[in-house]
C-alpha cells in the first residue's frame, strides 16, 4: 500500500513539475466550454441542466485522455527508468495501481474544476442536482476507462506517438460499438448474441444511463471490471515487454 | 551471497549469456570484465530481477530471485547502465522517492537521504533537476540510490564512467570501503581498476566466462609478467644478449630497440631471481643501468587474448 502511495506521489509531482498538469487542465476547461456554450447551446436550450456538457464529454475524452496517458509506460520504457522501477522493491501491480490512481485523480481535479458550469446553470436556474451529481460520476468512472486502455497501449511500445494513436483508435471503437453503423457490420453473419456483447461493451450505453441520473449497479460493474481488465493486460504487458 | 549458478539468456536465437555460473562471498568485490557486447549488462540485470533467465538460477543472500524477487530486490542496490533517473525530477525529491520506496520514512529517511548526498558528493546539486545536470553528476545520483538503503549486496554496472579523474578515485574509495561488509559486483572497461579495487575478476566473451580469478592470476597470465625490462645506456656488443641467454633460468631475451643512446633488453624467465642474476651480471660486466624493473603483466594483452581467441577458432 505505502508502496503505490509512494508511486502515485511521484506521479503527481511529475504533472505539476512539468507543463503537462497546466496545458492538460487548460485545454479541458477550454474545450469543455466551447462544447457545452457553444456546440451544445447551454443557454438557448432553456433547460437548466448539464447535459450539452456530458453528450459532449466521450468526444473530448476520446483525444485529451490518450495524449495523458501515453506517457505512461512509453516514457518510461524510452527513458530506461523502468529498469530502476522494477528494480526496486515493488510489484508489478503496484507500480501499474499508483500510475493509474495518479492519472484518474488527476482527470478527477479537471472535471471538478468545471465547478463553473455548475453555478452557472444553479444560477440560471433550478437544475437537478442529483442527476448533475450523477452525470460527474458517469464523466469520472468513463474517464478511468479510458485511461486504462491508454495506460496498457502505452506498456507495449516505447514510442509515445504510437501509443496515442492506437489508444485512439481502440477507445474510438468503445464508444463506436453502441453504434447501429457499427453493429450492421455484425448483422446477418454473427450470433446475435455476439451482437448484443459488442453493444453491451460500448461506453455511451453505460455512460448515459448514469448521465441521465439512473445510478445501477451493473453500470457501476461495468466500468469497474473494465477498468479491472485492462489493468491486468497492463500488468502482464509490463512484466514482458519491460525489458524489450 | 551472489550464487549465480548455469544462468543463460537467448535474445531470439542470439545467445546474450551461455552457462554463467559464480559466487561472490561477503567482503569480495568482483569485477566484471569483457568486450562491448559480451553480456556484462545482461548479466547483471538478470541478477538484479529486471531480465528473466532462459536458463539458470540466481540466488541473492538465500532468496531465488525468480521465486522471491521482492526479498531479492530489497537486499540489492543497483546501479543500471547509464544511471537511467525521473529526469524530471530534483536530486532530493528523486532521493526521497527512493527512500519511500526502500520503506523508510521520517528522520530515518531524512538521515538516509543525507547520507547518500553526501557520499555521492552530491551536495550542491541537490535541488537541481536531474535532466539538467552534466553525465558525471546523473551517475552520481544514480550512485546514490542505490547505496541509501545500506544494502548488502551492490551490483553497479560502469559505477566510474564518465566520471572526472578525482570522482573516479572518490567512488573507488567509496566502494572499497563498502566492500568490507557487502558483497559488490562492478562491471567496468577500465582494467587499472580491477587492480585498484576488485578482488576477483571475470572476464566474459560473447556471453561465456573466459577467466574467473584474482586480478594477480590475471596479470600472470601475460607472457610479460616476470619479465625483466633492462635498459643500458650506450649500445653494449651484441654479445650482451648472448650473455643475458645464458642466465640461470631464462628462456629467451627479446632485443626491445636501440634508440637515443639507450638500448632495452626484455628477458623472460619467470625465477623469482632474475632480477638479481639481470643486475648481478650487469655489474660485472660494467653495463651503465638507466632502468631496470620487473614486469607485472599488460592487463590489455591479456585481456586482448582472452576476448579475442574465440573468434579466431570459431
Ligand atoms: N533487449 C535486447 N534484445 C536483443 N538483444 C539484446 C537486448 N539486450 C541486449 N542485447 C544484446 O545482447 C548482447 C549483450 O549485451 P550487453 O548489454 O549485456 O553487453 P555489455 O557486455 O554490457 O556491453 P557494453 O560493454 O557495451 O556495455 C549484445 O549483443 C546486445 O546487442
Ligand atoms: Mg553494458
Not at chain 1, 527508468?81 to 485523480?105: D, N, Y
Not at chain 2, 519511500?100 to 530515518?108: D, P
Not at chain 2, 566502494?175 to 577500465?190: D, G, P, Q, V, Y
Request: proline share 4%.
Amino acid at each position: 500500500m505505502s508502496n503505490i502511495l509512494a508511486i502515485y506521489k511521484r506521479e503527481i509531482n511529475g504533472y505539476f513539475a512539468t507543463p503537462v498538469a497546466y496545458v492538460f487542465i487548460v485545454i479541458f476547461l477550454m474545450l469543455t466550454g466551447v462544447f457545452t456554450f457553444y456546440l451544445g447551446g447551454l443557454f438557448e436550450r432553456g433547460q437548466a441542466d448539464l447535459q450539452p456538457f456530458f453528450a459532449y464529454l466521450p468526444w473530448l475524452y476520446l483525444f485529451l485522455i490518450p495524449a495523458l496517458s501515453m506517457r505512461l509506460w512509453a516514457e518510461e520504457r524510452k527513458s530506461g527508468s523502468i529498469e530502476l522501477l522494477m528494480t526496486l522493491p515493488i510489484s508489478v501491480t503496484q507500480a501499474v495501481l499508483g500510475k493509474f490512481i495518479a492519472s484518474w485523480l488527476f482527470v478527477g481535479l479537471a472535471l471538478l474544476l468545471t465547478f463553473p458550469l455548475w453555478i452557472t446553470v444553479n444560477y440560471l436556474g433550478s437544475p437537478d442536482n442529483p442527476v448533475i451529481f450523477s452525470g460527474y460520476l458517469a464523466a469520472f468512472l468513463m474517464a478511468g476507462a479510458y485511461l486504462a486502455i491508454g495506460s496498457c497501449i502505452s506498456a507495449i511500445t516505447r514510442n509515445q506517438v504510437i501509443a496515442f494513436v492506437i489508444s485512439v483508435v481502440i477507445s474510438f471503437l468503445f464508444i463506436l460499438s453502441g453504434f447501429p453503423l457499427v453493429l450492421d457490420f455484425f448483422e446477418g453473419w454473427a450470433p446475435q448474441i455476439l451482437i448484443d456483447a459488442i453493444s453491451s461493451m460500448s461506453f455511451l450505453t453505460h455512460f448515459n444511463t448514469i448521465v441521465k441520473g439512473v445510478i445501477d449497479l451493473r453500470d457501476i460493474i461495468y466500468f469497474v471490471s473494465f477498468i479491472g481488465c485492462w489493468l491486468l493486460a497492463n500488468v502482464i504487458l509490463v512484466e514482458m515487454k519491460k525489458a524489450d | 551471497m551472489i550464487e549465480v549458478q548455469n544462468l543463460s539468456k537467448q535474445f531470439g536465437a542470439f545467445n546474450a549469456v551461455s552457462d554463467i555460473s559464480f559466487t561472490v562471498n561477503k567482503g569480495e568485490v568482483l569485477g566484471f570484465l569483457g568486450p562491448n557486447g559480451a553480456g556484462k549488462s545482461t548479466t547483471m540485470k538478470m541478477i538484479t530481477g529486471f531480465l528473466a533467465p532462459n536458463s539458470g538460477t540466481v540466488k541473492v543472500c538465500g532468496s531465488d530471485v525468480i521465486k522471491s524477487p521482492i526479498a531479492v530486490k530489497k537486499s540489492i542496490g543497483y546501479l543500471p547502465e547509464g544511471a537511467p533517473a525521473y529526469g524530471d525530477m530534483t536530486v532530493v525529491n528523486f532521493l526521497k522517492f527512493v527512500a519511500e520506496i526502500r520503506g523508510f520514512s521520517g528522520a530515518e529517511k531524512t538521515k538516509r537521504i543525507e547520507n547518500a548526498i553526501q557520499k555521492a558528493n552530491l551536495e550542491g546539486v541537490v535541488h537541481k533537476t536531474i535532466e539538467t545536470l552534466s553525465k558525471g553528476f546523473k551517475r552520481r545520483v544514480g550512485l546514490a540510490q542505490s547505496i541509501l538503503h545500506d544494502p548488502p549486496v551492490l551490483v553497479m554496472d560502469e559505477p566510474t564512467d564518465g566520471l572526472d579523474p578525482n570522482q573516479k578515485h572518490e567512488v573507488r574509495l567509496l566502494i572499497k570501503e563498502m566492500a568490507k561488509n557487502k558483497a559488490i559486483i562492478i562491471s567496468t572497461h577500465i582494467l587499472e581498476e580491477v587492480d585498484a579495487i576488485c578482488d576477483r575478476a571475470i572476464i566474459i566473451a560473447q556471453g561465456k566466462v573466459k577467466f574467473d580469478g584474482t586480478p594477480e592470476e590475471l596479470e600472470s597470465l601475460s607472457e610479460y609478467h616476470n619479465s625483466v625490462r633492462l635498459r643500458l645506456d650506450g649500445y653494449p656488443s651484441l654479445n650482451a644478449e648472448n650473455l643475458l641467454k645464458r642466465l640461470p633460468g631464462v628462456k629467451k631475451v627479446e632485443h626491445v630497440n636501440s634508440k637515443d643512446e639507450r638500448t632495452t633488453y626484455r628477458i623472460y624467465g619467470g625465477e623469482k631471481d632474475l632480477l638479481k642474476e639481470v643486475s648481478r651480471l650487469a655489474q660485472k660486466e660494467q653495463w651503465v643501468i638507466d632502468e631496470i624493473a620487473v614486469e607485472k603483466g599488460h592487463l590489455d594483452d591479456v585481456f586482448r587474448q582472452l576476448t579475442t581467441e574465440q573468434e579466431a577458432e570459431g
